[in-house]
Each structure stands twice: as C-alpha cells, then as structure tokens.
C-alpha cells in the first residue's frame, strides 16, 4: 500500500473568544505593548486557558490518511470545521495540538485572490505563486499557456487583478493552483463562484489530477459535485469527523441527519419584486405525513403548500384570473422544471382574496442534490403581481427503494421520471 501523502493524527484547532483588548493610555504603554506581543504569544501557544476566557474547538481530535490519486471531499454544516482544516494544512494557521505530515508540494485555493497582489498583473501573479509554490521558472514558463488558456483570461493577463471580476480571479487562480504541478490541491467552496460552464472544466481537471496520481482535498457545499468527483468523503460535525466512507453513503447519512434534525426549508422573500396588490404568504415543503421538511427522497411524491393573498381585501382585488407558476432549479440557478396551475384544470384561483393550495409532483422527481424553488404570480405578459427567485431551498435524497442498477447522477440530466414502457417479442425474418 502507498505512503499516505496525508496523515492526520489527534489534529485539534482552539480558538480564543473573547472582548478587544483595552487601548493604551499612551506612547510609553503602547511601546511596551508591542515589544511584549511575541513573548506573549509564545506563552499564549503553551498555556492552558484561564476560566474566564471562552474557548472554540474549531476542530477536536481528527484523524485521516489520504493517499495519492485520492480525491476525498469534506462536506458538513458551515462551522463544522473544513475551511479551518484546510487552513492549517495550508500552514496558514497552525493547529492547538496534533500532527499533520505533508508529502509533495501543496497548492491551496481557499478563497477569491488568495495568494495574488491586487498591483500586479495577471501574469506577474502566475510567475509569483509557482515561485510561492517552490516551482522554477522555466516549470512555470513551460505552463504557462496551458494555465492562460484554461483561465480564459488571456485578453486581460497583463492587467493587474485588482480590475477582475470575481470569476476571472477565481479561473486564474484555479488555473494556477491546479496546473503547476503540486503533489497535494486543497480546494475549498472558492469554485461556487465560477459559471457552470467552469465549474464543470475544474472538475474534470481535478479528475485527471487524480488519475495522474495526485491528492486533491475537495471541501463544498455542492452535494451533487461531490458525489460524482470523490470516492471518499468526510462528513464534520461540530469539529469532529463523524463519517469517513464512499461519498455515496456519506452525502446520504448527512442529508438524513439534516432532515432528521428538524430543519425545514424556510420560505425567504429576500428577492420579492412585483405590483404586491397580491401575495405569495408561504411555501412549504411537505413530507407524507404533511409535515414541513428540508429534503425528500427522489422517490418520494414533492408535495409544496402554497398560501396566496391580497394585500388589500376589497370586492375588486381577488385572485381570479391570475397564474401561479413554479419554476424548479438546480443549485447553480438553471431552471430544470415549470409547473402551473393552469396546466391542471380544475386549479383556476378562485373569486376570493385568500387561498391555500398544494402542488403534488408524483416520484420519482429529481436527481439527488440540492434544489431553488422560483414563484411566479401574476398575468403573463401584462403584469408580475408577485415573484420571488430562491423562495425555498431544499434537498432531492437518494432513493429509499433504488430501483436503477447504478446510482443517480446529475450527468445524466436532472430529471428521474418513469414512462410508460411496451416491449414486443419479434422474430426475425
């Protein structure tokens, strides 16, 4: 069996919470406070905590080997502790106790620009962060279009980043990270920023790392990209590394624990736009037993309850004539399903300024991963009473009876209906 490129024993990260320091009274005490600063931080690395400061366990006794040409994801709750284990793996903060060894050169994107000089151009950043990473110049000329090309910057590569977007930073940084040569990649949710049509480049990139023996540490919210880039995945709980396993089975045991948690999809009215004279009041997402819930199984019926209004109850503002439309997207906003209550019948709103109703998708629906629900009302054409983008956000699981002979994969589009299927027995002529 290979040398891990990481191992990870008892890693345990402490943090300090407490009240800023007091001002100095003047220059004397000022001078005094900043010649005693390292002393006081030498102690401060060996001495317990007094009972009056409050301590925060970002991470408590992890432990991980991960080998070359292993791609293994980090998923929990924000607070869980990923974006903190990758910090310390990038050496940018060193950890309260434990041991991390470290084989082969490590490359980090950790957030937008990090690593980068606002000043500098693009191409003065490529030059800066493969010397950063301990690459000659001549290993960094030698990549240097490949690294151009992928980021699609090439247009802009003698302008100083400071005039990118966020996007452009992140294709450049990415680029630079994943195509000067490191051993070890730690990427952390810095991809949610690039366009789906980038976020699908890097993760064929990171793929080939893999396959090129590489050991890529892959932290994200987006369930979806780490079930289909790792094999392995990490679930963190509260600092703590509570599942270890095929990414499957981990993405899996923590959406139930989310569900099983009694978090719901809360309805959000952040982006509310539209005449008001009516209303969309709540949208929920139930579960068989009517119940609000934050996920369903793929091969369970979508049940939304949906309450609408007018804001100004009269015999002329009633709900008659207007449309209610349900446009379903996936986690990176593109529309994948329309529904409408014009599209059933018997769904007219009625001639009153108040109604509830309930919108049943029969399973199976989606893929699993994460979903945005968009609410529409209003007269088409003529006039948006009411609409309101990402008013629910809610998980799709895995099945309960999986009835396919492999798992269900975004890759083959984010639909999993059933149709009607006719087989007829022919013999040839």
Request: some cysteine.
């Amino acid at each position: 069996m290979s040398t891990p490129s990481i191992r990870i024993e008892n890693l345990a990260k402490r943090y300090r919470v407490g009240g800023p320091a007091a001002r100095p009274r003047d220059v004397r005490e000022a001078f005094a406070k900043l010649v005693a600063t390292p002393f006081r931080r030498l102690r401060a690395l060996s001495a317990e905590p007094s009972s009056e400061d409050e301590t925060f366990w970002a991470l408590r006794d992890l432990n991980l080997e991960v080998r070359p040409g292993e791609v293994l994801g980090v998923i929990g709750k924000n607070g869980a502790g990923k974006s903190t284990l990758l910090k310390i793996l990038s050496r940018i903060t060193p950890p309260t106790r434990g041991r991390v060894e470290l084989r082969g050169h490590v490359a980090s994107l950790l957030e937008v620009g990090t690593g980068f000089h606002p000043d500098l151009t693009g191409r003065e950043n490529v030059y800066l962060n493969g010397t950063l990473l301990g690459m000659r110049k001549k290993a960094i000329d030698r990549s240097f279009d490949a690294i151009v090309d992928f980021a699609e910057v090439e247009r802009f590569i003698d302008t100083p980043v400071k005039r990118y977007s966020s996007g452009m930073y992140v294709r450049l940084a990415f680029a630079v990270a994943a195509h000067l040569d490191p051993e070890i990649l730690l990427v952390d949710e810095v991809l949610a920023v690039g366009d789906a049509e980038f976020q699908r480049k890097c993760l064929g990139k990171l793929d080939a790392m893999a396959q090129g023996g590489r050991t890529v540490l892959f932290v994200s919210h987006n369930l979806a990209a780490v079930q289909k880039l790792c094999e392995t995945a990490l679930l963190l709980h509260e600092g703590r590394g509570v599942r270890l396993g095929p990414a499957s089975d981990v993405v899996r045991d923590y959406l139930s624990t989310r569900e099983g948690d009694g978090k719901v999809a809360r309805f959000d009215t952040a982006t509310r736009r539209g005449a008001g004279w009516a209303r969309i009041t709540d949208a929920r997402l139930l579960d068989e037993s009517n119940s609000p819930v934050g996920a369903v199984a793929c091969d369970r019926d979508l049940v939304i309850e949906l309450s609408v209004e007018t804001t100004s109850p009269s015999a002329q503002n009633t709900l008659r004539g207007l449309v209610l439309e349900l446009i379903f997207c996936a986690d990176d906003g593109r529309p994948v399903l329309s529904l409408m209550n014009v599209d059933d019948a018997v769904a007219e709103l009625p001639s009153s300024d108040a109604c509830h109703l309930r919108v049943r998708l029969a399973a199976p629906t989606f893929v699993p991963g994460r979903y945005r629900l968009k609410l529409f009302l209003g007269i088409p054409f003529m006039q948006h009473v009411d609409e309101i983008d990402d008013a629910l956000s809610f998980d799709i699981l895995p099945p309960e009876s999986p009835w396919r002979p492999y798992e269900l994969s975004k890759s083959h589009g984010v639909m999993c209906r059933k149709a009607e299927w006719h087989c007829e027995a022919r013999t040839r002529p």
